[in-house]
């Protein structure tokens, strides 16, 4: 698995303002949605495109388009959910499938209560949006099942990584012949006992949503 840190002052100048726990959910949201653009920009370095030939008004010349099948993007509910008008702008050919997950506050064990993605995905470059990378059960799995249904590769964007998510990511995918990449803005320093990322910036989907409590 390749893991990529964007960094950048103007993505780090973002994050703190995300994590600071003074800014309110419609700054949050906004703040998310342009960060995403930011980090699908390296993300999205090896998408496949064709060659085209076009005219310009002043003569012939060739250019690229994006290829076909087209990219898959898949936002974890609901956190994920957050990225994805930022990546679709960017990448306005891809298709979209979604993944419901969530993580079980005690075990901290993932479970998928909704899936709706094409079932054959065998050529497709497949994005995955989720803000945080914490113990990286969450993305371990739903990376998986990108990979069991034959995506071409997987690319990961997260706001956030934790040290721990980051190692069990690179744990599952070793041996993998399918390219695994984790683009994030940053990488934190550990886990606390709750499973949240230190400093991180709390619960993401909570603070989008601006879910009490
Ligand atoms: O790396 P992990 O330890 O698996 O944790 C990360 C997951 O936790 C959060 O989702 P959550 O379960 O809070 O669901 P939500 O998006 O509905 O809030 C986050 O958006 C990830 O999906
Ligand atoms: O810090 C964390 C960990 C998991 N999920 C979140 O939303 N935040
Ligand atoms: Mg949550």
Same mark, same amino acid.
């Given at each position: 698995?390749?893991?990529? %840190? *964007? /960094?950048?002052?103007?993505? #780090? ?6 994590? /600071?726990?003074? @800014? ?13 653009? =930011? ?7 090896? *998408?496949?495109?064709? &060659? %085209? ?30 990225? =994805?008008?930022?990546? *679709? ?6 298709? !979209? ?11 901290? &064990?993932?479970? @998928? ?7 054959? =995905? @065998?050529?497709? &470059? ?8 914490? +113990? ?18 997987? +690319? ?9 998510? !980051?190692?069990?990511?690179?744990? #599952? ?7 695994? +990449?984790? *683009? ?6 550990? =886990? ?5 990322? !230190? ?11 601006? @879910?009490?409590?």
């Amino acid at each position: 698995m390749r893991i990529h %840190v *964007v /960094d950048h002052p103007l993505v #780090a100048h973002k994050l703190s303002t995300l994590r /600071d726990e003074r @800014t309110d959910s419609p700054t949050f949201r906004r703040l998310a949605d342009e960060l995403v653009t =930011l980090l699908a920009y390296e993300a999205t370095r090896d *998408v496949l495109v064709d &060659q %085209v030939v076009l005219r310009t008004p002043v003569s012939e010349t060739t250019g690229v388009k994006l290829s076909y099948p087209r990219p898959l993007v898949v936002p974890i509910l609901r956190a994920g959910l957050g990225m =994805l008008d930022g990546m *679709v702008r960017l990448l306005p050919t891809a298709e !979209v499938g979604f993944l419901g997950m969530i993580r079980d506050e005690g075990t901290l &064990q993932p479970s @998928t209560y909704a899936t709706r993605m094409p079932d054959d =995905l @065998t050529g497709r &470059q497949a994005y995955v949006l989720d803000p945080m990378l914490a +113990t990286g059960g969450t993305l371990v799995a739903a990376t998986q099942l990108l990979i069991d249904r034959g995506a071409r590769d997987v +690319t990961a964007l997260c706001l956030l990584a934790a040290p721990e998510g !980051v190692a069990l990511m690179q744990e #599952a995918f070793k041996d993998s012949s399918v390219p695994v +990449t984790v *683009v994030t803005a940053a990488v934190d320093e550990r =886990l606390n006992e709750h499973g949240y990322i !230190v400093p991180g910036l709390g619960d993401a989907g909570d603070r989008l949503y601006g @879910t009490a409590g």
